[in-house]
């Protein structure tokens, strides 16, 4: 691959592109001003070309929907790589100059052509054709991805399969090109650009580096840096299981409604001496703590939050806090404190200038320049530097970008006898993440109040489910009720729903098998069965 | 006719300041110019169109109306003394349009409280403020007519002052007034009309689109197409000085405590019309979009603001903010094709 | 009325707006102008974040669980028994057996601290966050 987990291009940027290839991603629910740009950009002339099991809002303006079996990623993407490099439609120049090992590449994508594809994935060789030609051949054709390529356990392959095509063809360190993770959260990307990882320090430093842990150790005063990887948050649940993790601190997130088997998460935090957990509401996983701290929402703190785009921006307080809830950076000083570490910041400002000093691509980026602008984009090395729009753009942050090809792997659970329905989950646009916030605004709970599973009509009337029946839908981990929405949104076979609300959270089904490499679960596929209740 | 000196105009706004909450455009550190609390360091007379128009005033977002204290049901009927400086024309028949529905049949005494608390001080419009502008077609602008109590005519380092309303007399007490002759004023206030309207040409495809209106004569793919598109965000009601609905919702703070907001509500949203059985009279995004487009431009014909048009004051906001470009100039343009 | 700019807490777009506030309560949002990701625009989400931050099932003070129920406690209290706990897990299970959750929904400065307070406090590496969920 080519550099770290972010969007290689700009937001502003879709609006110049001429090919956009939506895979896994619902944007116009869960990105929608990315995804009324693509909306935009179709109506002036540019082309949209959809990978997705599942008939998204998008799909009704796209030039060619392929809706492939879910789970089979890879073999699509390597199936138009095949087909690319058959009928020659790589970019020889851009494969010579900046890439490495496309001997590898040619030789895995051999292995798919369309015909077999269509095996594996459900797509006619026809339409796969037709969608490797169109992407090949525009000029600037731009990749975006959601969850719906990281959630598998084949995930990585995913994404590294997308980088490939996006090589393969000059898609890359232009602008209006690229591949384009769209991050969920408002903030996932600066938590993990902050070092919110077991491996990396703020910025990426490898904790394994021996300079990066002296780096830190001398800034931070102090000795003894761990400097092997740490537990993902799959691995802690696993760990906490087991009775090795003994206390966990949660701050301002959810696992037990959002984490896969909920069964099994639920398992782990009992099974732990100590759980504190810091929100702003009495969440799920916080009625299960022995502390709960309560925290200052978004409006009542100053701080700085990073988009899907890299793009830094500044956030002020607006209204004091309700009661003596207070902001999470002063809990966390406080508790430094008291375990014998004072953290002296008068402010996340004072924090800000530390994070510039000791990490490199947020060098440039301080409270100063924030607040006379709308935001800088990382990498920004010093104060000098207006920030990056898009990456990669003379040679890739590692010198040259290698070509990472990948076979084709089935998902963990594939649908037998008894569990005879593949079920898929996300979200919807009215509801946000585990609902702790979307769901106490009254607009938005009345316009999605309760959990749907949508099924395909075929499905349906096989099962004698009418739409808004209640029906059961259980898997080797659980069972739910919640009504059926019957709609063609999802194909024969296949069943849809959300981890939103508390009352019916699909995540009691779904399998914590994950990606060996980046540890994402597999929430986009699970075996189910289903049926209508009396 | 009575004026005032361009660069006293901060020090007047300071002096309105002490007796009320001014809001006068602004021009923010990160660059973006909106309404905000006076500030003379920051405040600005080039300036555009703010995404939130003034009903945000008189009837906010988000508003308490009640509260229940030991079982007890206090109104909160809230409203300070108010100045808003600087309004556009187009906005000021917003303000009268919403108000003539706010004071019909039920007065909407929160409404009432916030308006008659707020001084308005418009700035007629020299020029086109983008090319959305059409309150010359809606009969809305470039000068307002009537509703403010003071206009202010910027004719280089001279204001001239148009009072509307005894408030505005009352604003200028003390003020460091200057006297211009009358045929003078006139023909100064001919020339900013004349060098306006030139800016904002009128938009003839209104009309006929509203005559279509009239005639139901709009076929049913102009709405399905639009519907597809839309995103539902409410933002075109939201951003609209003549839209007023409203959702109604209750905070429960403890046995016997608690209180009822209101906030605003867009017919956009599928909630907004769907009935307890689950049945929903207007079940699609494509009805939707033709009811609202519909009330603005139809419904509203021949409301009782005489000299106005209809229920669309011809600011271009809709047009400025949609996400997927569905305003009322979209919508015209998609009618008479 | 008092506006405040902020960002979006709803979807990494990162739109960006003004908190509309009056006597210390949020009562509206308006969109920036001329912020280049939303140019004025915002998404239902984003038009409505001023309500959940006066619900009434804000938590207002710490919670301690005292005989299985979680009760009202102090502050002193609550962080005086969390520091403690995660000081005695420390000296006797050693750095691994403490995990740390940082979080995709709150800022880059209290990430980092989070973490800071992971590595440099109690010396472990056991930090991650919902960024795979
Ligand atoms: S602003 Fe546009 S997208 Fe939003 S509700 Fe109105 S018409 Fe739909
Ligand atoms: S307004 Fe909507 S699109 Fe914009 S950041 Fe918020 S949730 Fe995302």
Excluded at chain 3, 60 to 73: D, N, S, Y
Aim: hydrophobic share 40%; with cysteine; proline share 5%.
């Amino acid at each position: 691959m080519f550099g770290s987990g972010a969007m290689t291009n700009s937001i502003n940027e879709f609006d110049a592109a001429d090919l956009f290839l939506v895979t896994g991603s619902n944007t116009t629910e869960q990105h929608p001003l990315i995804g009324t740009r693509i909306i935009n950009a179709k109506q002036r002339g540019a082309q949209l070309l959809i990978i997705d099991p599942r008939e998204i809002p998008l799909a009704k303006f796209a030039d060619l929907h392929l809706r492939q079996n879910i789970g089979t990623d890879v073999a699509v993407l390597n199936g138009m790589m095949n087909v690319i490099i058959e009928e020659n439609l790589y970019d020889k120049e851009f494969v010579t100059t900046r890439t490495e090992n496309f001997e590898q590449l040619k030789e895995v994508v051999s292995k798919y052509p369309p015909k077999a594809v269509e095996k594996i994935s459900g797509i006619a060789a026809a339409d796969l054709k037709k969608a490797a030609r169109m992407y090949a051949k525009a000029d600037k054709a731009m990749i975006a991805y959601a969850m719906g390529i990281t959630q598998h356990t084949t995930g990585v392959d995913n994404v590294k399969s997308c980088a490939n095509l996006a090589m393969l063809t000059g898609h890359l360190g232009r602008a209006a090109v690229g591949v384009n993770p769209l991050r969920g959260q408002n903030n996932v990307q600066g938590a993990c650009d902050m070092g919110g990882l077991p491996n990396v320090y703020s910025a990426y430093q490898p904790v394994i580096d021996a300079n990066v842990k002296k780096k830190f150790e001398e800034a931070w005063k102090v000795e003894g840096l761990d400097d092997k990887p740490g537990l993902t948050i799959t691995d802690m649940m696993n760990a906490a299981q087991q009775g090795e993790l003994k206390a966990l601190y949660i701050m301002g997130e959810n696992p037990l409604m959002s984490d896969p088997d909920t069964a099994h998460i639920e398992h782990a935090l009992s099974n732990l001496d100590f759980l504190v957990v810091q929100d702003i509401f009495l969440s799920e996983t916080a009625k299960k703590a022995d502390v709960v701290f309560p925290a200052a929402s978004f409006a009542e703190k100053d701080g700085t939050y990073t988009n899907t785009e890299r793009k830094v921006q500044l956030a002020c307080k607006a209204v004091n806090p309700p009661g003596q809830a207070r902001p999470d950076w002063q809990i966390i000083c406080e508790i430094s404190k008291l375990a014998g570490y004072p953290m002296n910041y008068e402010s996340p400002a004072d924090v800000l200038k530390e994070i510039n000093a000791l990490s490199p691509s947020y060098g440039g980026i301080t409270l100063e320049r924030l607040s006379k602008g709308f935001g800088l984009q990382w990498p920004c090395p010093n104060i000098e530097h207006p920030g990056t729009a898009f990456l990669h753009k003379d040679k890739f942050s590692k010198g040259l970008g290698t070509f990472m090809p990948c076979e084709f792997k089935p998902p963990a659970e594939m649908p037998d006898d008894e569990y005879d329905f593949m079920l898929t989950t996300g979200r919807i646009y009215y509801q946000f993440h585990t609902g702790t916030m979307t769901r106490r605004v009254s607009i938005l709970e009345r316009e999605a109040p309760e959990a749907l599973l949508e099924i395909n009509p075929e499905d349906a009337k096989k099962l004698g489910i009418r739409n808004k029946d209640k029906v059961e839908v259980s898997s080797r981990r659980g069972s739910l009720q919640m009504k059926a929405e019957v709609t063609e949104r999802v194909p024969p076979r296949v069943v849809f729903s959300t981890f939103h609300f508390s009352e019916a959270c699909i995540n009691v089904l779904t399998n914590s098998a994950f990606d060996p490499v980046a540890k994402i679960p597999e929430y986009k596929g699970c075996a189910v069965k289903v049926r209508r209740c009396a | 006719m009575k004026t005032l000196a361009k660069k006293d105009i901060n020090k007047i706004l300071s002096i309105w300041s002490q007796k009320h909450d001014v809001l006068a455009p602004t021009k923010m550190d990160n660059g973006d110019c909106i309404f905000s609390a006076f500030d003379e360091k920051a405040f600005t007379l080039d300036y555009k169109k703010p995404p939130l128009s003034p009903k945000s005033v008189f009837f906010p977002q988000s508003e308490i109306i009640f509260r229940v204290e030991k079982n007890r049901y206090n109104e909160v009927v809230a409203a300070k003394k108010a100045l808003i400086f600087g309004l556009r024309s187009c906005d000021m028949m917003g303000i009268r349009q919403a108000s003539s529905f706010m004071s019909r049949d039920n007065k909407d005494i929160y409404y009432q409280a916030r308006q008659n608390a707020a001084a308005t001080v418009v700035m007629a419009c020299p020029k086109a403020q983008n090319e959305t502008c059409f309150c010359t077609t809606t009969l809305s602008g470039p000068v307002a007519k009537k509703g403010f109590d003071l206009q202010l005519y910027d004719i280089g380092d001279t204001l001239l002052v148009e009072i509307g309303s005894p408030r505005g007399e009352e604003l200028l007490t003390g003020m460091p007034l200057a006297e211009m002759e009358e045929s003078q004023a006139k023909q100064k206030i001919d020339e900013f009309l004349q060098n306006a309207i030139l800016t904002i040409p009128e938009v003839k495809s209104v009309i006929d689109a509203m005559n279509k209106l009239k005639d139901r004569k709009i076929a049913e793919k102009v709405w399905d197409d639009f519907g597809a598109k839309c995103i539902t965000c409410g933002g075109c009601a939201f951003v609209c000085p003549t839209c007023t609905c409203f959702n109604v919702y209750d905070h429960q703070q403890a046995a016997g405590e608690g209180i009822r907001l209101r906030a605003w509500d867009a017919c956009l949203y599928s909630g907004f019309t769907r009935e307890a059985s689950g049945h929903n009279p207007r079940a699609s995004q494509a009805s939707r979009l033709k009811r609202r487009h519909e009330h603005k431009l139809l419904d509203y014909n021949n409301t009782d603001i005489q000299d106005g048009l209809c229920g669309c004051v011809g600011c271009g906001r809709c047009s400025d903010y949609c996400p997927v470009h569905i305003g009322t100039l979209e919508v015209v343009k998609a009618i008479t094709g | 009325m008092k506006r405040t700019r902020s960002v979006c807490p709803f979807c990494g777009c990162g739109c960006s707006f003004y908190i509309l506030s009056e006597n210390d309560r949020v009562v509206g949002i308006e969109p920036s102008p001329e912020n280049p990701v939303n140019k004025g625009m915002l998404c239902v989400k984003g038009w409505n974040a001023h309500e959940f931050i006066h619900s009434p099932e804000r938590l207002v003070t710490p919670l301690i669980r005292k005989q299985g129920e979680l009760v009202a406690a102090s502050w002193d209290e609550a962080l005086k028994l969390v520091a403690n706990k995660l000081m005695d897990t420390h000296k006797k299970y050693g750095p691994r057996a403490l995990g740390f959750l940082s979080s995709a929904k709150v800022s880059n400065e209290e990430n980092y601290l989070m973490m800071k307070l992971a590595r440099a406090v109690f010396k472990t590496n056991n930090v991650d966050h919902c960024a795979r969920l």
